[in-house]
């Protein structure tokens, strides 16, 4: 019997300290630089209205960038949560936080379908398994530009190249 109790107290441990471990990021943290992350909202002609999303938001400086220059809400996606803090943090410091908001989420579980702007900074074997989901969550119209990164066969609308990085733009066809 205590035999049977101790092996339950055992599984119950081993459980809860699966659920609480941290998840796994899919891509490590490397900040855009400044000139990149400005061509990259140039290319979105991001403009009042617009919702941005940025997917992996690390420090948050896409957001905060495009609360700063454009006025618009924007919305950073982030596993890490000391970068969420991070990033929460510089959006008060820099007087955005009521335009630019953080959230501890993995971007694959994420409802990106308010969304009218998407930035990433991911991997190309990432945005290969992200496509499926930007092209069925995001309205036609809506604009994904990525840092360094393709999407396979999907071919961008612009590319340029800033301070040797490469930027790609993508608009969602029509369903
Ligand atoms: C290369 S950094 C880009 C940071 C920022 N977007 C930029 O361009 O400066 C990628 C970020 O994605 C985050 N990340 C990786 N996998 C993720 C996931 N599944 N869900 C949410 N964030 C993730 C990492 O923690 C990291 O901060």
Redesign the pocket.
């Known amino acids: 019997m205590r035999a049977l109790a101790l092996a339950l107290l055992l599984s119950l441990t081993v459980v809860s300290a699966a659920s609480s471990a941290p998840?796994k990021?899919?891509?490590?943290?490397?900040?855009?630089p400044q000139s990149v992350?400005d061509a990259m909202l140039d290319m979105a002609k991001v403009a009042p209205g617009d919702i941005l999303y940025?997917?992996?938001?690390?420090?948050g400086?896409?957001p905060i960038t495009a609360a700063k220059r454009f006025g618009v809400r924007s919305v950073?996606?982030?596993?890490?949560a000391a970068?969420v803090r991070q990033a929460s943090r510089e959006a008060r410091r820099q007087r955005v936080d009521q335009l630019a908001s953080f959230r501890k989420?993995?971007?694959?579980a994420?409802d990106l379908s308010e969304a009218t702007v998407v930035?990433?900074?991911?991997l190309d074997t990432?945005n290969l398994r992200l496509r499926p989901k930007l092209l069925s969550e995001l309205k036609p119209g809506v604009r994904v530009v990525s840092?360094a990164f393709h999407m396979g066969d999907w071919t961008p609308d612009e590319v340029r190249e800033v301070d040797g990085n490469m930027i790609y733009m993508w608009t969602i066809p029509s369903h």
């Open positions: 998840q990021p899919d891509v490590i943290y490397v900040p855009t992350v940025d997917l992996g938001s690390g420090d400086r896409i950073g996606i982030e596993i890490d970068l989420a993995d971007l694959f994420t930035t990433l900074y991911l990432v840092h």
